[in-house]
């Protein structure tokens, strides 16, 4: 039987590959199909590369798909920035729409803007094929493990 394994003492570089992994492994980074590209001291880059299944009846990308891209690339910051496993979940999230999308993939750059013990704010931005940007978002996160 295999070992439990014990993320809080694994090194920086472990720790990344860990969350990668955990993460691309979640029944809902498959259903959307996001990567993880990078993840490295409080900001993050994730990309959808077919959007094909996540078209509107019109045929353009979905909002809900950018807005989701653009959280789980806030997400993944966090994990960079924090280096040890932290429960979190998103309170506020904000996209502005810049254009639609009819080809994928997509990209989201993300990065933490403040952190403080309790909330972290955050920016992503959310970029087509041709680096256009599409979406922009404003997050702020939660921290649930603190008293």
Avoid: C, W
């Amino acid at each position: 039987m295999k070992e439990p394994l014990d993320v809080e003492n694994l090194t920086e570089e472990e720790f990344i590959r860990f969350a990668r992994e955990f993460a691309e492994s979640s029944p809902f980074y498959k259903t959307l199909n996001i990567k993880v590209l990078e993840m490295k001291d409080g900001t993050a880059k994730l990309r959808i590369e077919d959007i094909d299944h996540l078209r509107t009846p019109s045929v353009y990308l979905h909002g809900g798909a950018i807005a989701s891209l653009a959280d789980s690339a806030m997400a993944m910051a966090i994990l960079s920035h924090d280096k040890r496993p932290r429960s979190f979940s998103t309170i506020e999230l904000k996209v502005s729409y810049l254009a639609p999308v009819f080809d994928g993939p997509i990209t989201a750059e993300a990065r933490i803007v403040k952190s403080g013990k309790r909330v972290i704010f955050g920016e992503s931005e959310v970029f087509d094929k041709d680096d256009r940007l599409i979406a922009q978002a404003l997050l702020t996160f939660m921290y649930t493990d603190v008293e």
